[in-house]
């Protein structure tokens, strides 16, 4: 169980340095991810991304 939670914090780790460019295709916009402004800074966790990215790598690791 410990595991599944290191990989899903470091992928929205590695999602969130990656949202500028997903943006673009609409992914970061989901109604679960969350979005914040504090001390002038936009911070955001995009925790429905994340899950979706997961569940379309997961069925295509099924599949191969």
């Not at 990656?18 to 955001?44: A, T, V, Y």
């Amino acid at each position: 169980m410990i595991r599944w939670v290191i990989v899903i914090f470091l992928a929205v780790i590695v999602f969130s340095s990656l949202l500028p460019w997903l943006e673009k295709l609409g992914i970061g916009r989901l109604p679960g991810d969350l979005r914040f402004r504090l001390f002038g800074r936009q911070f955001s966790l995009p925790f429905a991304s994340t899950i979706l990215l997961s569940a379309v790598v997961f069925a295509l690791a099924k599949i191969l």
